[in-house]
């Protein structure tokens, strides 16, 4: 097997010096006789939303995207209203973790509400890299 191995190392080696196509380039067969491709952007796969339960879990997500955001709001009423009642009576304690909470509503709402953008970004992004 791995004289196999290095015998087809050394064909390919020797085809590219020869100025044939690189065996970088071209699809050879190894030891096994499995034919392996080896090229860059042989291979190309792109989003498919026709495979089954697609749509399920386009609607969960969606679903999930819904309760963060009416958690996020939530959280964000919550924490006025803590930050309120905390100052009314002079608790500091209070006052600040509802402080806390209100901005962790805002920052939850924000994120929930750029979820689609930033997941687009970053495909698209994942999908130029060479």
Do not use: C
């Not at 491709?37 to 796969?45: D, E, M, N, T, V």
């Not at 939303?49 to 963060?68: A, C, E």
């Amino acid at each position: 097997m791995v004289r196999n191995t290095l015998a087809f190392l050394r064909s390919a080696a020797a085809k590219a010096a020869n100025g044939v196509q690189s065996a970088v380039t071209k699809g050879y067969e190894n030891a096994y006789g499995v034919s392996t491709i080896l090229a860059a952007g042989a291979f190309s796969a792109k989003p498919n939303t026709s495979i089954p339960g697609s749509d399920t879990g386009v609607k969960l997500v969606g679903g999930l995207m819904t309760f963060g955001q009416i958690a996020a709001v939530g959280g964000l009423v919550l924490g006025a209203m803590l930050w309120m009642f905390g100052s009314r009576q002079h608790n500091s304690q209070h006052a600040s973790a509802g402080k806390a909470m209100l901005f962790a509503g805002v920052a939850g709402a924000f994120m929930v509400g750029a979820a689609n953008d930033f997941g687009s970004s970053a495909f698209k992004l994942g999908g130029e890299v060479d």
